[in-house]
């Protein structure tokens, strides 16, 4: 059913919507084919003249109507159109470019808008295939800070054990801020192209500013003050900051830091000593395992790629153990926090006890560390190596 080559526009006219008839139907017809139009609108005739000028077709009138001779102009204008790539995850092309800039993937993009580079426009660079369910799966798990805890469960802390709970949420206050600023900062820097990848760095630090707000809410529950924060924590944290390359930032965030973490928010959901910690804990833990897994995909993806890629991975671990060298690492007053949570009363069998549980869990994060540097695809003793070298901060 093709429109007719008279068109009646009746009472509407071009001040109105008339050219989307007018278009529709001329679209049906060959370059130089004719259109009658056909309207009482009083302007109809001055209005279509304008128009006919500005689309590039020619108007011709007539005593009962006025006749469009349709032009190339509206083909020439998609003619150096391209698409940008296709809609599906699996159509990402290997380098976007700039000009097809914000475009959405898969639209036909006219040419000639501005160009619009992206630090990162190599799919390589940043892609995992399991970008989008990782996507869907942190989208489907947004909890709601203020619902998600039972901010009023009781709970009754000797003032020393309140003090514990309260300098680890302070330590995990501060690394928390820097788990949001580096994807923020990526997030930025990225080809659109790559939206997948954007979505899944967007809940990161979605997940990471709620992280934030239920360890500064549980810190500040009792209304004491806050714990301190260390020169050396803040220096390892530091260094997260000043990594400008992606995989090796998502190396030293991702897979060592908050895969270390997995294991801390792991311990604390254990012996956290109120309801409170519990779940503020088991919530993070849940998100920060999404992280890892994003961190871990897209890094083994391109290590399979670019095996020079471990080289530069070693490289950082080093580099940044060299410039922490002269720090402490992890506070007197984290490690001390968490030997008396995990000890629970102030004897000496306790305090063994607290002491014992805290060095199985650096034993653990130790592991946690090597599983993942072997899935990379470093040699065991080289993991081991590499994983003694991290951060005391654990973060
Ligand atoms: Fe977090
Ligand atoms: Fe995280």
Redesign the pocket.
Known sequence: MSPPAIIDLEDLGLDRGAHLLIERALSALPVGGHLDVRGRDPALGVHLRAWARSRGHSYVESQASAILIRGAADHARWDQAERAGGAAPSETVARPGASWGLAARGALVEAGGPPLHFDIEEKDLVWAELAPRLYAQAAASQWDPATAVDWSAPFDLAPEIEAAVVQVMTYLVE??QV??IVPARFLGRIHPHFREVLQVLAVQAA??AR?IDVFARRASLRGGPLGVSGAGGRASLATLLEEPDFALASFLLSVLG?GT?LSLLGFLETYAPDPIARRVTHL?RQ??SR?VAFGMAHLEHQVVLDPALRGRLRAAVERRHDALLDTVGLNQEVFDALVIMAAGAWTPAAIARGYAAVAALQAEMGEGRQRRLVRLGFPHDEASTLSALHTRNFM
């Open positions: 690394n928390e788990a949001l997940d990471e992280h908050e973490f993070a998100d920060e992280h």
